[in-house]
């Protein structure tokens, strides 16, 4: 994919390799783009290059970072180098300039050679400059999604260990920062706030989401979240067009709380994906709550327990995995003394919200979730290809 505008990819430490997270950014960048009906010829993505070498090369690049969880560390530290090398080369051209000036002013006593030596360095110093200065003007914008800021701000220990996560990154007329979020998302749960600094750290522009509605899954969903995430990454890689036009549009206006900077198609994708995530959500719920349930009703009695690792089919399973003391107490009424019966019934509480859970993740969430986001998809192009703008 070459073109103009560089998706940056930065992974995380609980992520796969960095190739196999690069295919699903490819893959879901793909279905965005011909959902949107973009050429695929005018983005390219990348992991793992460095921010100079790629404005360096093209000046007029557009670059978007798109970080994960412990990646946007990386990315912060990126750019705070970036503010904090501006600063020092800026005050080193100024030193370097005024040297020149003085070694060419009348009263000077300085050999030609020193002389060129000087404008060298400064020549020297302000490429660097300029190196520094392009690479925060090719940078549009850094995404970061299921980011672990929030720990570097607020644990103590890591900020008395990393001072560089207080340094101040470029400001957002520079580099436009979003940070997208959702409730369910163990590693953040919550809108990123900077930490009061001097000099003042920008903060960013907090979106909240919906990946899957679950603890379990929601801090790597972001990878699948076509509506949220990679349409959003879409339009901030250039996707101004006129083929884009018709999911823009005019903003629905104050009066819907949700989307109150949102057109009303892309109000339809939004909605789309919720209405097909509340039935997700709902069965999550429940199967959650099946664990406090079948943990008390097992306490309460040791028939109550076999009854229900009987009707779970779990002495079955437990056989399977050779675990023959849960299978024998599944058998047999009585027998066990007070430890043995804790074990029985918190393995019995957590082998039904396991099995509960892994019928819920296959069915739901491989399959009917699937099909239904399939088309929907489909859909949602149809309209965009009967309604959109004719020049477009």
């Known amino acids: 994919m070459d073109g103009k505008s560089v998706l940056l990819v930065v992974h995380g430490m609980g992520d796969a390799a960095q190739g196999s997270t690069l295919r699903t950014s ?4 793909l279905e965005a783009m011909r959902l949107r009906m973009r050429d695929k010829k005018t983005v390219r993505v990348e992991g793992g290059s460095d921010l100079r070498k790629i404005a360096k090369n093209d000046p007029d690049i557009r670059i978007v970072i798109l970080a994960h ?4 560390l990386i990315v912060y530290e990126a750019l705070a180098e970036l503010r904090t090398n501006s600063g020092k080369l800026e005050r080193k051209k100024e030193l370097a300039d005024t040297r020149v000036q003085d070694a060419a002013s009348p009263g000077a006593v300085s050999m030609p050679e020193a002389r060129e030596e000087l404008k060298r360095e400064a020549a020297e110093i302000g490429e660097l400059l300029e190196l520094e200065r392009q690479t925060i003007k090719s940078i549009e914008t850094w995404v970061s999604i299921g980011s672990v800021m929030s720990l570097a701000w607020s644990t103590g220990v890591v900020r008395e260990s990393n001072p560089k996560y207080q340094r101040p990154i470029p400001t957002g007329e520079e580099i436009k920062w979003l940070n997208l979020w959702t409730t369910f998302d163990i590693a953040t749960g919550a809108k990123l706030a900077p930490p009061d600094a001097a000099p003042t750290i920008p903060g960013p522009m907090n979106l909240r989401v919906n990946n ?22 879409l339009e901030e890689l250039g996707g101004r067009d006129k083929s884009n036009d018709f999911w823009r549009g005019e903003p629905v206006g104050k009066s819907h709380k949700r989307y109150p900077r949102r057109s009303e198609h892309e109000i339809k994708d939004l909605r789309s994906r919720e209405g097909i995530l509340q039935y997700s959500m709902l069965l999550n719920g429940l199967v959650w709550m099946s664990l406090p349930i079948t943990l008390v009703a097992s306490a309460l009695d040791h028939d109550i327990a076999r009854t229900i690792a009987q009707a779970a089919q779990l002495d079955h399973i437990a056989a399977f995995w050779n675990l023959d003391w849960f299978t024998t107490a599944t058998n047999q009424p009585n027998g066990m003394i007070w430890w043995q019966q804790i074990r029985y019934f918190v393995v019995t509480g957590f082998g039904v919200f396991a099995l509960l859970w892994g019928i819920w993740y296959f069915v739901m969430h491989k399959i009917v979730w699937n099909i239904k986001i399939s088309i929907m998809r489909r859909l949602r192009t149809k309209d965009f290809r009967n309604n959109r703008p004719a020049d477009a």
């Open 69 to 72: 969880s412990t990646g946007n």
């Open 26 to 29: 490819v893959s879901k960048l």
């Open 212 to 233: 899957f509605g679950s603890i379990a899954l929601d801090h790597s969903g972001y990878w699948d979240n076509i509506e949220e995430v990679y349409l959003l990454l």
